[in-house]
């Protein structure tokens, strides 16, 4: 196992100096001159531009500019925002605890409900409860997250006044933002009816990023249980007399997880894709938003530093997913 | 953020209740994130709403509501004679915040305006590289070369001396960049080697202190009870962060904020007949315009020009482009602005004569490239869908169009070319509420190659607009630029567009708060009833 692992970490160094590469060319490819674009109609005068390429060092060769942010990122300094002039790993964390708390209630949500249902629909297979469960996640995964999410919040909080319309907590609560996750810091404040608002400003978002991937874990389980239940040591498990629940839970669902942890690992992409619509609507101060005002802005150093450690992020959930795999099947491990 | 069980007890204490706020908190849902609290190293309204707006106070400061320039930490102002000096008084007993790290041993004096300044001038001040210092309003509003020196007459009398008159100065001097703030606070974050505080948790002398911030959520102040002017009306003012128009207006509706700003064009209506919430609505202190290319022929024949201006269906634009939320323009200037010449006539639309003028002017077969914006402005909301209704209009007084369009950076540096081949479409935001900051930036022949997108350089209009800065009586300015805008419709380098129109929506327990023609948002004068 440990040798497995080592060999996974391995194909890492090369991932991470092509992300870095990779995230450093992607901003300075599309036009727009970062300084031009900050002063917009108003301009500024040619000695000013001068003065400002230099401080921020673009008349330096993009090779020397390059190996300056490799050094920094080496060293853990992954530069300044040319916008708040705040260090971008400081940004960063304040605002990615956000982005995961979000992601994994997401991510736990689209699981607990995505695959009972999609083992439920596969062992009913072509009846009534198979059909509508697929046609609905059809429907889940075509969703425009924008439009599902001001239904949601028009139903919910608007009509109904259930859920709060956005934020994290009611604004009535002020404690520290100790760990970044509001869940938690609202129990470590001890202010009672914190955590009951915190939860109640979860679900909508929740239900939001969650939703896509529900509708892909759950499509994803039937088609695999499917496979598997037709596998002659299902018949044979059934022929020896097992209950058709020990040989769904047991046998099928065990050997169907392989690819369904596969499209679960993937799903984190999406989260993150989906995690910057989500958080603009619901006002969730997380990393989605940051990234996409910085990729307005040209704020280079924060688009360059925060895709790093996005892929960082999705590198490491791959690794998890790739151990997984090995304990789930002891084959993999072995190859 | 640093905690403190005081501060803890203070916000309990003026708790929201579950859905709507209590009568002690404003709720404002703010459009976005300020960048900083240091307003004098950024641009956006959206940092100044959050930071010069309720901390800080200037020498001087517009009246809300109008551009009037009123004294403010300056008890009194002169101007010299020549225009060249101009002496402020200040005002006493004026006591700056205080928060975990600082508490002021002294009131605000002389000492306190020039660091407010100098480090935005001078490379020496230790402060003038903090935070990446880059000061772009000191030097946008020419302040390097206006300033010759600033001295201190004694603790509450300040001169600044110019190299130039200049008449607009007081009006800059009221700009968010000019907020003065504590210099004994930020030598003392210097020494304890953390300047950046300055920026980070920010001390000034304004209605409200600030409180706390959690990057894009929440902003938290609290009334300045020690406030020189007329104290604030509620004890707490809070900035909920929220970028999406529709959710602000849901979080209205909900009572989980009072007021709101940049609602939806398109949701406008709705409010409107909406009994729980209130909108107001004024012009906002912008133009777009149509810029022709004045160097280069037929377009250097006023009489083109206007045959052009003619043949455009403006009300069509306002209608399509701006879904209400535009008003037709004539001057250059906002109407919200003081010397706006109401007199003059906008042309006619008539394609009609257009074309005849066409004609005489021995003009066929004209081709025009018409530059569209790739960006979104509150004075042009989608300039490719205004650039086609051009085209449309043009087709129709035998003119073809082909529309032209740049990343934006790119836009505006191609736009300045004095060869360039084409109308511009573009727009400006007044930044202190002077009409020199529209007719002499935009229109000037110094602006020619850069900021003059028609590169028109006209001498009639330009000697009234130069004579213009060189007075302080402000009456005598109105005058010439009011002669000004008559010139400009006659000769038309432009044609005017639109201005947009701004929306406010509050729910109906919100009391006095008014418009900001700047664009600003201000609540110390709002209160809450029941």
């Known amino acids: ?335 | 953020m640093k905690f403190k069980t005081t501060l803890l007890g203070m916000t309990a204490a003026m708790a929201l209740s579950a859905g709507a706020a209590s009568a002690q908190a404003l709720v404002y849902c703010s459009e976005g994130s300020p960048e900083g609290f240091d307003a004098a190293l950024y641009t956006s309204g959206t940092t100044f709403d959050a930071s010069s707006k309720p901390i800080y106070n200037r020498l001087v400061e517009f009246e809300v509501g109008t551009t009037e320039v009123n004294p403010a930490l300056a008890e009194s102002f002169e101007v010299s004679e020549d225009g060249l000096t101009v002496t402020f008084h200040l005002r006493e007993g004026v006591k700056f915040h205080s928060n975990d790290q600082f508490t002021p041993t002294r009131d605000f004096n002389a000492d306190d305006v020039i660091f407010s300044f100098d480090r935005q001038g001078n490379p020496d001040n230790p402060y003038n590289g903090v935070s990446g210092g880059s000061w772009e309003y000191y030097s946008a509003m020419s302040m390097p070369d206006l300033i010759e020196s600033i001295e201190k007459v004694d603790d509450y009398t300040v001169v600044f001396n110019l190299t130039r008159p200049e008449a607009p100065f007081m009006a800059n001097m009221a700009m968010d960049f000019a907020s003065i703030v504590s210099k004994e606070y930020a030598d003392a974050m210097m020494e304890a080697g953390t300047p950046e505080m300055l920026n980070q948790a920010p001390i000034g002398t304004g209605p409200f202190s600030f409180q706390a911030y959690q990057k894009d959520a929440v902003i938290r102040f609290v009334r300045n009870d020690d406030y020189w002017g007329d104290a604030a009306k509620v004890e707490a003012l809070i900035f909920a962060i929220t970028p999406d128009a529709s959710v602000r207006y849901q979080k209205v509706q909900a009572g989980e904020c009072h007021v709101m700003a940049y609602p939806n064009p398109a949701d406008v209506e709705a409010m409107q007949s909406d009994e729980g919430v209130e909108v107001m609505q004024q012009e906002g202190l912008n133009v777009g315009y149509l810029a022709y290319n004045t160097n280069v022929a037929p377009y250097d024949n006023p009489n083109v020009r206007k045959a052009l201006n003619m043949a455009i269906d403006k009300q069509a634009i306002i209608d399509v482009v701006f879904q209400g939320s535009g008003q037709i323009a004539k001057n250059p200037i906002p109407p919200t602005m003081w010397s706006y010449n109401d007199a003059v006539e906008d042309d006619s639309y008539d394609p009609e004569a257009a074309k005849a003028m066409l004609e005489e002017e021995g003009v066929t077969d004209l081709d025009l490239k018409i530059w569209a914006m790739p960006v979104q402005r509150p004075y042009n909301p989608n300039a490719r869908r205004m650039a086609e209704l051009m085209q449309a209009d043009f087709a129709e007084i035998g003119v073809d169009v082909e529309i032209v369009s740049y990343e934006w950076g790119e836009y505006l540096e191609r736009s300045k070319d004095t060869d360039r081949d084409g109308a511009v479409l573009l727009g400006w935001t007044g930044d202190n509420g002077d009409p020199d900051n529209f007719l002499a930036v935009l229109l000037g022949c110094d602006g020619v190659g850069g900021s003059n997108r028609a590169q028109w350089c006209y001498e009639p209009f330009d000697d009234l607009i130069q004579e213009a800065k060189t007075i302080s009586d402000q009456d005598e300015r109105a005058a010439l630029y009011e002669e000004a805008q008559v010139i400009f419709k006659e000769q038309a380098p432009w044609a005017t567009i639109a201005h947009s129109v701004v929306y406010m929506t509050m729910r109906p327990e919100v009391d006095g708060y008014v418009i900001d023609p700047l664009g600003g948002h201000f609540f110390n004068a709002v209160g809450l009833s029941n």
């Open chain 1, 1 to 335: 196992m440990l040798k497995y692992l080592a060999s996974r970490l391995l194909t890492f160094v090369p991932t991470f100096i092509g992300v870095t590469l990779i995230s450093f060319a992607f901003i300075r490819v599309l036009p727009g001159d970062p300084i031009i674009v900050m002063a917009g109609e108003r301009g500024m005068s040619e000695e000013r531009y001068a003065e400002l390429t230099t401080q921020y060092g673009f008349d330096r060769p993009m090779l020397a500019q390059f190996w300056d942010y490799l050094t920094g990122v080496l060293q853990g300094d992954l530069g300044t925002s040319f916008v708040t002039k705040k260090p971008v790993w400081d940004e960063f964390f304040t605002l990615f605890p956000a982005t995961l708390e979000l992601s994994l209630c997401a991510m736990i949500f689209a699981i607990l409900i995505g695959l009972p249902a999609g083992v439920i629909a596969a062992v009913n297979r072509g009846k009534f409860f198979d059909r509508a469960l697929m046609s609905t996640a059809l429907v889940g995964y075509s969703m425009p997250i924008f439009w599902w999410a001001l239904l949601l919040i028009i139903v919910f909080s608007g009509n109904l006044q259930w859920t709060p319309v956005s934020g994290r907590i009611g604004l009535q609560y002020y404690f520290p933002n100790a760990t970044g996750f509001m869940i938690w810091d609202a129990i470590a404040s001890g202010q009672s009816g914190a955590l009951s608002s915190a939860v109640r400003h979860l679900i909508l978002p929740t239900i939001v990023l969650g939703t896509i991937p529900l509708a892909v874990i759950a499509r994803q389980t039937r088609s695999a249980m499917l496979e598997v239940l037709g596998e002659d040591y299902i018949r044979t498990a059934r022929a020896k007399g097992m209950s058709p629940r020990r040989v769904n839970a047991i046998h099928a669902l065990r050997n169907a997880l392989i690819p369904v942890i596969t499209v679960i690992g993937l799903s984190v992409g999406t989260l993150l894709a989906g995690a910057i619509l989500t958080e603009t609507i619901f006002s969730w101060p997380g990393i989605g938003k940051w990234m996409v005002d910085s990729i307005f802005r040209r704020d280079y150093p924060v688009v360059q530093g925060g895709l790093l450690l996005i892929a960082v992020m999705v590198m490491v959930v791959n690794l998890t997913v790739d151990v997984l795999y090995g304990i789930i099947n002891p084959k993999i491990r072995k190859r």
